[in-house]
């Protein structure tokens, strides 16, 4: 009896096979000086949504931090960039600078291949 109370308890409150993943990552607002806003919330969220699959298949292999670290910096009333960076062990390389604009629910990555 107590081993059929013990697989109950394993099998049946395990909800994670038809769960979605957590989206985990790091975030930082160096404008607000601690706790971000809720428009810095809110560009974070809206990158997370257009761009999680591809900044996670970029760094899958980091065996540091495996997800993307977000710094935002608002850049206007509606307006934010957004650098994503991979967290290393000894220091962090920024993948991508992604332009949000939460009040029309953007995005845009800019090319910073342009050199002239």
Known sequence: MKKLILLLLIFGFNTSANSEQYKRHKYT???????CTEGERAAIKIVNDTYWEMLTKRIERNTHYKYPWYWIYKSG??????????DMRTHTV?????????CEKTTNLIDLSRRR
Do not use: L, N, R
Request: aromatic share 8%; with cysteine; net charge negative.
């Open 29 to 35: 607002c160096p404008e607000s000086q601690g706790e």
């Open 77 to 86: 009333e509606c307006k934010y960039s957004v650098g994503a960076k991979e």
């Open 94 to 102: 920024t993948m991508e600078w992604i332009d949000v604009d939460i």
